[in-house]
C-alpha cells in the first residue's frame, strides 16, 4: 500500500479544509470527496498562499497549483485511480475554466510524467472555485451523470474547445469559431445518441413525397436539431443572435460586425454550452452567469 499523488496545473480554487503550517496559522486548501471506489484529496500548494503567492497564481502561464492524493492505494487499484483522476481533472477543467491536467504521477515512489499543455486563466469559472464546499458537492452530485455521457457525448472534447475559446489574444471572430465547432460537436453527438440516420452528408428523416409516392430523406437543419436538444434539457430557446453569427462566421470567416456586437455573440454562446451542460449532468444550484458576471440559479426549467 502507498499512496498516490498526482500533481496538477492550473487548477485555481479554495479549500473546504484547513491545514495547519509549521509556523503557526492555516491555510483553507484541502478538499476531501469520494468518487465511486476511491477517497480522494484535492490539495493546493501552500506555497501560494504565502507573499509570492499573487505571483504563482498569475493567470497566463502553466502553473502546478495542485496535488490529487489517492491514500493507502493498493497497487492492483492505480489503473482505477489514475482514470478516476483524470476525469476528476476534466470536471475541474469545465468547473473552472481553466486548462486543468495532470502531469505527475507518483505512486510509492515511482515517478511517471507526461507533456501536458495548458495555462492558467482566471476569467470567468461555471461554478464559485472559491468556495470549497461547491466544488465537491459538484463534483459528487454530477459524477454518475457524467461518467455515463462522457463517450457518448464526448464531453472531454466539448470540455477543451469551450475552456480554449477562453485563451487570451484571439481575435473575436476565431473564438466564436472555435464555439461554434464545439456547438455542432454537441448537436452531433446528440443526433447519434438519438439514433437519428446519418447519410454521409447530414442527419435527416424520412418524409412522404406524395408526387413520388415513397418516403424520402429530409435533412435536419443545424437550428432543428439544436432545438431538439435544448428542448431536451429544458432550456430556453435563444436562435436569432445565434443563428446570425454563425451564418456570419460560417460563410464570410470575417463578420464585419463590430466588437461590442461580437462581444454580445460570443457572451450568449459561452452562456449556452455552460448551461447546457450543466443541465445535461443534472445539475441543480448556483453557477456563474458568463454574461451576468455574477451567481445564478439552476431550477429545473429555463
Known amino acids: 500500500m502507498a499512496d498516490l499523488i498526482v500533481s496538477v496545473a492550473n487548477c485555481p480554487l479554495l479549500g ?3 491545514t495547519s ?6 491555510i483553507l486548501n484541502r478538499i476531501t470527496l469520494t468518487v465511486p471506489g476511491l477517497r480522494v484529496a484535492i490539495v493546493q ?3 501560494l ?3 509570492k503567492g499573487a505571483d504563482l497564481y498569475r493567470k497566463g502561464a502553466f502553473q502546478h497549483t495542485t496535488d490529487i492524493i489517492v491514500h493507502d492505494l493498493a497497487p492492483q487499484r492505480v489503473g482505477l485511480a489514475k482514470k478516476r483522476v483524470e476525469d476528476l481533472c476534466w470536471l475541474l477543467q469545465f468547473m473552472a475554466m481553466s486548462q486543468v491536467g495532470p502531469f505527475e504521477w507518483n505512486y510509492g515512489g515511482r515517478v511517471e510524467r507526461r507533456a501536458t499543455r495548458g495555462i492558467l486563466l482566471r476569467h470567468i469559472p461555471t461554478l464559485e472555485m472559491n468556495d470549497g464546499r461547491e466544488v465537491r458537492e459538484f463534483i459528487e452530485g454530477v459524477w454518475k451523470s457524467y461518467y455515463r455521457l462522457k463517450s457518448a457525448r464526448q464531453l472531454r472534447v466539448f470540455f477543451d474547445y469551450v475552456v480554449s ?3 487570451p489574444g484571439q481575435p473575436f471572430e476565431i473564438k466564436l469559431a ?3 465547432v464545439a456547438l455542432e460537436h454537441l448537436v452531433a453527438t446528440f443526433a447519434r445518441t438519438r439514433r437519428i440516420k446519418y447519410n454521409g452528408y447530414n442527419f435527416v428523416r424520412p418524409v412522404w413525397n406524395a408526387k413520388k409516392n415513397k418516403y424520402v430523406e429530409r435533412p435536419y437543419s443545424f437550428m432543428e ?3 431538439m436538444m435544448l428542448r431536451e434539457v429544458r432550456m430556453k430557446k435563444r436562435f436569432k443572435r445565434i443563428r446570425n453569427a454563425r451564418n456570419k462566421i460560417t460563410h464570410f470567416g470575417f463578420s464585419g460586425k463590430p466588437v461590442t456586437s461580437l462581444v454580445r455573440d460570443y457572451e450568449t454562446i459561452q452562456a449556452i454550452c455552460r448551461e447546457y ?3 445535461l449532468l443534472g445539475y441543480r444550484g448556483s453557477y456563474i452567469g458568463y454574461r451576468e458576471r455574477r451567481p445564478l440559479h439552476l431550477s429545473s426549467s429555463a
Request: glycine letters at 12%; proline letters at 7%.
Open 16 to 18: 473546504e479544509q484547513r
Open 21 to 26: 503550517l509549521p509556523g503557526g496559522g492555516s
Open 45 to 47: 500548494r501552500p506555497e
Open 49 to 51: 498562499f504565502n507573499s
Open 165 to 167: 475559446a477562453e485563451l
Open 178 to 180: 472555435i464555439l461554434f
Open 225 to 227: 436539431l439544436f432545438d
Open 277 to 279: 451542460i450543466l443541465r
